[in-house]
């Protein structure tokens, strides 16, 4: 067993030998690691590593493309999950992307609801604006947009989008929030802001969160992975990674030796 | 939440999204089912009539395709004058219609945004537009009446030129536009005159994309059958005076589908047109696959 | 004078070419129907007589105007649900794959098919099947030219619509997914919807095709000069009646069917003017 990996008691989400190709290409190569619950767990890496790959299991979403493969199992909670619905699944696990991505045809309230609505689950409108209403309050939007829920979503700022996202992603409920590098297409200020929201969400929320910030994942991230050429290097508490790295790509990562 | 219903409703959900696959996937092959049908139909009843012959002699007469019929025979000719006629047409429409279009692509990429080439490529747009019909009216109000005054081989060519014109002007800006900007800017650079390096660099480098677009012109005008109907009028001699009535494969059809006798005719010459147009059009998208 | 001040003015006026085939064609269709538009003022429009009797010529084009909107409806709404799994196919379900690849030369290959084969099928094998269903008229009308133009405009409306369904970015629909919808959720509520002014754009530009139809329709629609009353009775089209009754025309008749060539090419012009706008909006 690698001494550089840390071994979580009860894990919300544990992963074993967890293994994705891209046609012949192997991406993620044989992870096993467990995610500790109501934290922020980074995973840092040069790009190529297969950090987003790795990231993007967790929600399934390789199988929306025929020629990635998946091997291993995750269980969330104790449950498989390759063996439940990937709708239900996709409800447990939030996901943001990169890019701020609203549905440009919805308007902000219609973003946020949209979970709901695309999985046919109808409700009284006063269910429904509470919870627009709390999903927004949580990410600290409620009281930019509370007088434009009808505008279109692809108005709003960058950083508001994104925040949007993460309403939209948290409407559900889920578990955990995935996040791939949401603040790599923000400005400094947008960042921040995010970054505040992470931390207070982590009271109700596992937080996992891809960046290639090395100064992001030390300021709001509990524990953090660190992957390179697909392999995991090595995982553990965030402070003790940053100050004593155990192994020594991790440590040339870290020092700005490549990246 | 309900957590017992929510599965019977995740199941409906993953049934009405197999349904919709199913139903896309039916529908799909149901629309390209024509194109199997109608050529395999031109094949089963043409095929038969379709020979050397075919292509090197003039259309029969009715007398002659009856005494066939009656004496249970293939009824005899070709359809050569079609054929010939078709070819001459498309010629001169393309002596016409490819280097002003290829100008005129030309001219719109030089001056993207001024107001001249907005406007010239909207009319160009609208051109395209306009049913083949009409183009067909308007060559019998030019050509017909005042130039060759009769239905000329040269009124059918000319409708069937502002047919091509269009699609050539536009494939041929859109093939320059995809050409780097600095390959214009390093001949250029190198003090090589405009026209040179339009011809020199641009065009020969875009050639199979402006290539693409004109085997796509010349498919279809082929075959049309309307404009020809108000210009070429037809023929059942060969023509090669271009003042003169003159026949076409789909004026050939056109005549056997109105004469009761000529009806077997009429799957061959289909089966000859059929497989010329797709020829040009085949050749087109694989000239344009090959270039990327 | 420089040479490359001889290759613009070379350029500009060979260019100028097009414009003066436009405008000369506005000019000689407005000259050649002005006899027409004289005798009948508007009512060439609002009339549906049409009789060349010597002396008491009569000639107004509502039937026609009706019988091209009607069987282009008609084609439209028989594509629509063709076209549009099509595009969803070729677009979406199977983009880049191989299959997608015949599929889509397939349909490519349904636009050259020559507008006279077409009417041929039509004729020969599609019509005597609806006799076989029971259809009055030797099976001639608006119904069965509509569904030949319906397989004649499919490529159009589906070629756009593809283009745009497939340019739908990856990430919004991987949004969609990680909420948990199934992929016919994806389409209906974010691809389509993102979508949906390049396939209106795409039908309008098929609607526009439709209108101007010759060979096909002039063999099917049972060439009867009135007002189709239903969905199965005869009709007749603008191109049908021009292509059917130039031969003999000349004078006022003349005049009458050169005015039915400018309302054609003046409807086609603004759907198509509609479409093009549509499209330029999107960009």
């Not at chain 1, 921040?192 to 709001?220: C, G, P």
């Not at chain 2, 130039?147 to 494939?171: D, E």
């Not at chain 3, 097009?18 to 009339?47: E, H, R």
Request: aromatic share 8%; proline share 4%.
């Amino acid at each position: 067993m690698n001494t550089n990996i840390l071994q979580v008691k009860d894990p919300i989400l544990s992963i074993e030998n967890l293994s994705v190709a891209y046609d012949k290409n192997v991406a993620v190569k044989d992870v096993s690691v467990g995610i500790k619950k109501n934290n922020v767990t980074a995973i840092m890496g040069p790009s190529g590593c297969g950090k987003s790959t790795l990231l993007r299991a967790l929600n399934r979403l390789h199988e929306l493309y025929e020629n990635i493969h998946t091997t291993g199992t995750v269980t969330l909670n104790g449950e498989d999950i390759f063996k439940m619905s990937p709708i239900k699944l996709r409800r447990k696990t939030g996901m943001v992307f990169q890019r701020p991505n609203p549905f440009p045809t919805m308007s902000i309230y219609d973003n946020v609801i949209a979970g709901y609505k695309l999985n046919g689950i109808s409700q009284k409108k006063q269910e429904r604006d509470e919870i627009v209403e709390r999903s927004l309050r949580d990410v600290a939007l409620w009281d930019e947009v509370k007088d434009s829920l009808t505008k279109k979503g692809t108005f709003l700022s960058g950083g508001q989008q994104q925040r949007l996202c993460i309403a939209r992603a948290l409407a559900f409920n889920p578990e955990i929030i995935l996040l791939d590098e949401p603040t790599s297409a923000l400005d400094p200020v947008a960042t921040s802001k995010i970054e505040d929201l992470l931390i207070t969400l982590k009271e109700t929320y596992t937080i996992i969160m891809v960046t290639h910030n090395m100064s992001q994942a030390a300021r709001i991230s509990d524990y953090s992975l660190f992957m390179y050429l697909g392999e995991l290097v090595e995982y553990g508490k965030t402070k003790n990674m940053f100050t004593n790295p155990q192994d020594r790509r991790t440590e040339e990562y870290l020092t700005g030796k490549f990246g | 939440m309900k957590v017992v219903s929510e599965i019977d409703n995740i199941n409906s959900r993953i049934r009405k999204d197999r349904v919709f696959l199913g139903l896309v996937v039916l529908f799909s092959v149901i629309t390209v089912s024509p194109i199997i049908l109608i050529i395999s139909k031109l094949i089963e009843k043409g095929y038969k009539q379709l020979s050397f012959g075919f292509l090197i002699e003039k259309t029969p007469d009715t007398m002659q395709a009856m005494a066939a019929i009656a004496n249970n025979e293939l009824i005899p000719g070709g359809i050569v004058n079609g054929i010939l006629g078709t070819v001459l047409m498309v010629v001169l429409a393309s002596v016409f219609a490819i280097p002003v279009g290829i100008i005129t692509g030309v001219y719109l990429y030089e001056n993207q945004e001024k107001w001249m080439a907005n406007l010239t490529r909207s009319i160009s747009d609208i051109l395209q537009g306009v049913p083949s019909i009409v183009l067909g009216l308007i060559s019998y109000l030019w050509v017909v009446k005042h130039v060759t005054n009769g239905f000329s081989a040269m009124a059918g060519s000319f409708a069937l030129g502002i047919m091509m014109l269009p699609m050539i002007v536009r494939s041929t800006e859109e093939t320059l536009k995809m050409i780097p900007q600095t390959l214009k800017e390093a001949g250029l650079a190198l003090g090589i005159p405009y026209w040179r390096v339009l011809f020199g660099i641009l065009i020969p480098t875009g050639f199979s994309g402006l290539m693409t677009g004109i085997l796509l012109a010349v498919s279809r005008v082929i075959g049309e059958t309307a404009p020809l109907m108000l210009t070429a009028l037809g023929s059942s001699v060969i023509n090669t005076n271009i003042a003169k009535p003159t026949s076409a494969i789909p004026l050939l059809i056109w005549e056997f589908y109105n004469d009761p006798n000529m009806v077997d005719m009429i799957w061959s010459s289909s089966l000859l047109l059929m497989i010329i147009v797709l020829a040009f059009n085949l050749t087109a998208k694989q000239v344009a696959a090959n270039r990327k | 004078m420089n040479s490359d001040k001889i290759t613009k003015i070379v350029l500009f006026s060979v260019s100028f070419i097009i414009l003066i085939i436009a405008g000369g064609m506005v000019f000689s269709l407005v000259g050649g129907a002005i006899p027409s538009f004289k005798t009948f003022g508007l009512g060439f429009i609002t009339s549906s007589q049409w009789d060349p009797t010597d002396g008491r010529e009569n000639y107004g084009a509502l039937p026609f105007i009706a019988g091209t909107l009607i069987t282009s409806f008609a084609a439209l709404i028989i594509s629509f649900p063709l076209s549009f799994a099509t595009s969803l196919f070729l677009g979406e379900y199977y983009r880049n794959t191989r299959v997608a690849k015949i599929l889509g030369t397939m349909v490519d290959l349904l636009a050259g098919i020559p507008s006279i084969v077409y009417g041929l099928w039509g004729f020969y094998i599609l019509r005597p099947f609806l006799i076989g269903l029971g259809f009055e008229n030797q099976g001639f009308g608006v119904f069965t030219a509509s569904i030949v133009l319906a397989i004649m405009i499919i490529p159009y409306a589906t070629s756009l619509s593809n283009e745009i369904i497939s340019m739908v970015p990856n990430d919004l629909k991987e949004a969609a997914y990680s909420l948990g919808s199934t992929r016919y959720e994806v389409i209906r509520y974010v691809t389509v919807p993102a979508a949906r002014s390049g396939i209106f754009a795409g039908y309008i530009l098929a609607f526009g095709r439709a209108l101007g139809e010759t060979m096909a329709v002039t063999m099917l629609i049972g060439n009867a000069n009135r007002i189709p009353d239903s969905l199965f009775s005869t009709g007749n089209t603008m191109a049908s009646v021009i292509a059917n009754q130039f031969g003999e025309a000349d004078g006022l008749k003349l005049s009458s069917l050169i005015a039915i060539g400018l309302l054609l090419f003046v409807i086609t012009g603004i759907v198509n003017g509609i479409g093009k706008m549509i499209i330029k909006k999107m960009n």
